[in-house]
């Protein structure tokens, strides 16, 4: 198990690609000889503005070092114009990962629809868009890998996110459906929730911080998931400063009583908050099943 993983001629398209995690995975996919798409708007951190220097540093990055890339400026809202380029350019899509982002952070009460909506439309709207538009190709090549980056605030909230949280956890739901949808077609689809140093978490964390986080250390794990021998999907992962991990929904085994009200939910809290047999269903049908073999098997109390 020591060969390098290698991507020689795979398409890959990775948004918000003109800086920090993005950029860092494209040099490395393109080093390991894949033809990559550099996506990138050029946008501030908060969603401002647009600029084709940002992409277009990264593609002459690649070329220089002897790779194969070329630069799409447009939105990831644009996914179609995103994943012609890739078309036009190399004539196929392997390797979809939805990396572009924003933050508008504002505690709730603050908030406003904007903020909301301009973190919807990059998150959200971007991947769908994107992954609409390449799915397709994906499934009558009978070929595909998918990254969606979620986020730790998604995954257990943060003061100040609820915009951006909402769309974070709203990727791993895509993500999992997807994964469900592109099994018979050798289409993987996992989620990520990365931590790293670069523009958008430099002004939260201290420099000695940021040094142990750099981008670099979240790779290998895109790389990994998104190799042809890899079979992983439908999966969450952290990672960052070298350390990843796997996360699943785990639930309580749970308490049934035919005659249930407040009272009886009152009385039997401890139970129901109980990990002591925990269950972790992977998709809808294994939590339903799990309900009803609980309610099948268990005799009702109260
Ligand atoms: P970054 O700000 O350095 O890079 C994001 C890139 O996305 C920028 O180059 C920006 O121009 C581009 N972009 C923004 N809107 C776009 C649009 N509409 N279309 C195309 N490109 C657009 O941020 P980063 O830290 O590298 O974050 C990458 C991803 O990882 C984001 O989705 C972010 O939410 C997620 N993430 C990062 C961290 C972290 O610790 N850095 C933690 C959790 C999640």
Known sequence: MSSELLFTDRVVIITGAGGGLGRVYALEFAKRGAKVVV???????????NNAKAADKVVNEIKAAGGQAVANYDSVEDGEKIAQTALNAFGRIDIVINNA?????????????????????????????????????????????????????????????????????ALVGLSNTLSQEGK???????????????????SVMPPEILQMMKPEFVVPLVLYLCHESTTESGSIFEVGAGWVSKVRFQRSAGV??????PESIRDSWSQIESFDNPQYPTNATESVSGILSAVNNKPTTG
């Open 101 to 169: 982002g924003i933050l508008r952070d504002v505690s709730f009460g603050k908030m406003t629809d904007q903020d909301w909506d301009l973190v919807y439309r990059v998150h959200v709207k971007g991947a769908y868009k994107l992954t609409r538009a390449c799915w397709n190709h994906m499934r009558d090549n009978k070929y595909g890998r998918i990254i969606m980056t979620s986020s730790a605030a998604g995954l257990y909230g943060n003061f100040g996110q609820a915009n951006y949280s909402s769309m974070k956890l």
């Open 184 to 202: 018979a077609r050798n289409i993987n689809v996992n989620a990520i929730a990365p931590v790293a140093g670069s523009r958008m978490t430099e």
């Open 256 to 261: 049934h009583n035919g005659n249930i009200t």
């Open 39 to 49: 996506n990138d708007l050029g946008t501030s951190s908060s969603g401002e503005g």
